[in-house]
Structure formats: C-alpha cells, structure tokens
Nanobody
Framework: QVQLEESGGGLVETGGSLRLSCVAS????????MGWYRQAPGHSRDLVAA???????DYADSVKGRFTISRDTARNTVYLQMNGLKPEDTAVYYC???????????????WGQGTQVTVSS
C-alpha cells in the first residue's frame, strides 16, 4: 500500500522560509503528478503547486515567485521551498500524488495526512 508522508511544517515569522518534503512509500512503479495543496480554516483545499511527469510545474498565482516545487522521481519525493512567507500562507499543507501505479494496481489520487504551516505577523 502506498503512503505519503509529509514533513517540514512549523511556525515561522513573516518573511521567513520553510521547506516541505513528501515521500511516497510502497511498491511504486510510477507516479504521474505530485503536488501540494493547502487548506486554511473555513476554506477549501486549494492547489499550491504541482510537478508533472512531463517536467511542467504549475503554481497558484498567490505563491508565484515565492514558492518553488521540485521533484525527485527516482525517490518518489516532492519538495516545496517556501520563501517570503506571509500570514495568509498559514494553512495545513497536504501532499498529493496523482496516477500512482503499483504492481497490479492503479490509484487515481492519494493524500498525505497534512503538515501545519503557521506564519506569524
């Protein structure tokens, strides 16, 4: 069974940086896309950044120029470098894997448990 495990969240001051990591474990043959979503209290879970198997990356407008997503395909790992953090970035950040192939099984979407990021003003 494939699991996603996030790390790297925490408390940081405005303007600070954090790096999130997410490792997919299990007998993985391939993962199409990996990315990060976030959900603040009372809000929907929204895409922050995605790294596609094609090499293309996508970002929410609110984080462009501040966040960078990178992916290590061989290690089934995705990172999110967050610089210039703002209080409005405060949320639970979830790792997402889309199109996960294991021997005999294809799973459309998997989610991690989430990691809290809090930016103080």
């Amino acid at each position: 069974q494939v699991q996603l495990e996030e790390s790297g969240g925490g408390l940081v001051e405005t303007g600070g940086s954090l790096r999130l990591s997410c490792v997919a474990s299990g007998r993985i043959s391939s993962i199409t896309d990996m990315g990060w979503y976030r959900q603040a209290p009372g809000h929907s879970r929204d895409l922050v950044a995605a790294a596609h198997s094609s090499g293309r990356t996508d970002y929410a407008d609110s984080v462009k120029g501040r966040f960078t997503i990178s992916r290590d395909t061989a290690r089934n790992t995705v990172y999110l470098q967050m610089n210039g953090l703002k209080p409005e970035d405060t949320a639970v950040y979830y790792c997402n894997a889309h199109g996960v192939r294991t021997p005999g099984l294809w799973q459309n979407e998997l989610w991690g448990q989430g990691t809290q990021v809090t930016v103080s003003s």
